[in-house]
């Protein structure tokens, strides 16, 4: 015993930090050029929750939901995990999404926790966002407009909802199927909603606009100049744990997430509410 008494003061030291590391929001500020969205769209702030994982900050959430209303976003996105199927707690999601949606319009879309609720379990969760004012998107789209111009909302649900045992299709076979029918002519400029982000490769086939993800949680662990150590479905230094991605002419934004599920503690890595902020391409100018 002796010989860890020396350690007890970093213990002691670490412990405020873990705990700062794990409730201190951050407000994450990004700014998106997409090349087909319509002038009227310009300046549109979408606010992405991600992976709450029946995490609370502060009594009622509010610490939360302050962050969210001082961001003053145009439309709210949840993108999957706001509960914990080890431990759901339907009450503290339904109580927050309800709080969102008096802020701005909100859209959810479920992630693999929701897929693996009973299905009864599911459904009340459901019906209880829709009683709270959100949008529902599994499976749909839903089209925005303004001043005449649209923009298309996707939601595709996590691949985990088509599971069936003894099935011998993949969860990408069954992703790209769902998202094939989903972008059906499709001509708007249009962002998803997608908990994964390890399906991206399909959606920019599909010539989806901006796709908003979650699931990685930043790598739980992030190690200066490697960034995250682990993310689910992609093993070791995943290559989507937090950020902005592009490939061709699609882009995607990963939040790093609010909760913890399997991992108990972030490291590095404080849980993070993202703004992003959309414009069309600066005119170019004649000469």
């Not at 929001?25 to 300046?43: C, D, E, I, M, Y």
């Not at 702030?45 to 709450?52: E, K, P, Y």
């Not at 969210?68 to 707690?89: M, S, W």
């Not at 902005?244 to 599920?261: F, I």
Request: hydrophobic share 45%.
């Amino acid at each position: 015993m002796k010989r860890f008494l020396p350690l007890l003061p970093w213990g002691a030291a670490a412990l405020p930090w873990a705990l700062w590391s794990n409730k201190a929001l951050s407000l994450h500020q990004l700014s998106l050029t997409l090349p087909r969205l319509p002038t009227p769209f310009a300046g549109l702030r979408i606010a992405q929750v991600s992976d709450l994982h029946n995490a609370h900050f502060g009594p009622e959430n509010r610490a939360l939901t302050s962050l969210l209303a001082g961001a003053r976003p145009h439309l709210v996105v949840l993108t999957g995990d706001l509960v914990d199927a080890r431990r759901p707690r339907p009450d503290r999601a339904l109580a927050f999404a309800a709080q969102a949606a008096a802020i701005a319009p909100t859209y959810y879309v479920p992630g693999n926790h929701e897929a693996r609720l009973p299905q009864a379990q599911y459904r009340l969760l459901e019906d209880g966002l829709r009683q709270a004012g959100v949008t529902v998107l599994f499976h749909r789209k839903e089209v925005l407009t303004r001043q005449g111009a649209q923009l298309t909302l996707l939601g595709l649900a996590d691949h985990g909802f088509g599971k069936k045992k003894g099935a011998a299709d993949s969860p990408a076979a069954r992703t790209a199927a769902a998202l094939a029918h989903l972008c059906q002519g499709e001509t708007t400029c249009s962002i998803l909603l997608l908990h994964r982000p390890d399906f991206f490769p399909l959606c920019a086939a599909q010539g989806i606009d901006l796709v908003l993800s979650g699931h990685t949680h930043g790598g739980q662990v992030r190690l200066p100049g490697l960034g995250g150590l682990f993310g689910p479905d992609q093993g070791l230094f995943p290559l989507y744990d937090g950020g902005v991605y592009r490939r061709g002419a699609s882009q995607m934004v990963v939040s790093r997430g609010l909760g913890n599920s399997l991992a108990p503690l972030r490291i590095n890595n404080r849980p993070e509410l993202v703004l992003l902020t959309l414009s069309p391409p600066a005119p170019v100018s004649g000469g």
